[in-house]
């Protein structure tokens, strides 16, 4: 053992060089910023932090929350304004309309069930954005068969109760919008 602490290298591990940059960070705030109100941000299956200290950078108050705790602990030590916080994305300890929108980075395609998922992140937030791999066989990313199809997407917004839905394609990545 190299007497690394264990959570520190999922957080290294995600925040790569390349990955970063297909995950394109800097547009993706910017597509979510576009369209958001006053209010605070909610990073659903937050990870290492990545998406939460964009948002943090362009002014926002974030509260992340992510099921794996070596996750929350390694982004808690590198976020200074944001918070956060295990818990399940499937049931939200949080307040009811609370934030003015919530962002998941490449969490959706993770639930079984993702219009009862949508659902729930509804209830705390008007607006939804999800950042999900394209729905192709790629070399990096998970395999098709664990893919969300825009098809597959859009349904699970109509499922949750959004009326509208848009889908962004970036370079290397799809941000699907729910309202």
């Known amino acids: 053992m190299t007497g690394e602490r264990p959570y520190q290298s999922a957080p290294q591990r995600l925040n790569r060089g390349e990955r970063v940059r ?14 958001k ?40 030590t590198v976020l200074e304004e944001s918070r956060m916080a295990v818990a399940d994305m499937h049931a939200l300890p949080l307040a009811s309309d609370y934030f003015s929108m919530a ?23 008007p607006r939804v954005f ?13 395999p098709l068969a664990h893919r969300l199809s825009p098809v597959a997407a859009e349904n699970a917004g109509k499922a949750a109760g959004f009326k509208e839905f848009a889908m962004n394609l970036l370079e290397h990545m799809i941000l699907y919008h729910y309202y």
């Open 37 to 76: 109100a006053e209010g605070p941000v909610l990073d659903v299956g937050a990870g290492s932090g990545l998406f939460a200290a964009a948002f943090t950078q362009a002014g926002e108050s974030v509260i992340g929350i992510d099921l794996r705790k070596d996750m929350t602990m390694a982004a808690n």
């Open 22 to 35: 297909l995950l394109e960070v800097d547009r993706v705030v910017s597509f979510c910023m576009a369209e």
């Open 130 to 142: 999800a950042l999900e791999w394209p729905y192709c066989q790629e070399a990096m990313g998970p």
């Open 103 to 125: 962002f998941m980075g490449h969490a959706l395609h993770e639930s079984d069930q993702p219009g009862t998922l949508l659902k729930e992140i509804h209830r705390v937030a």
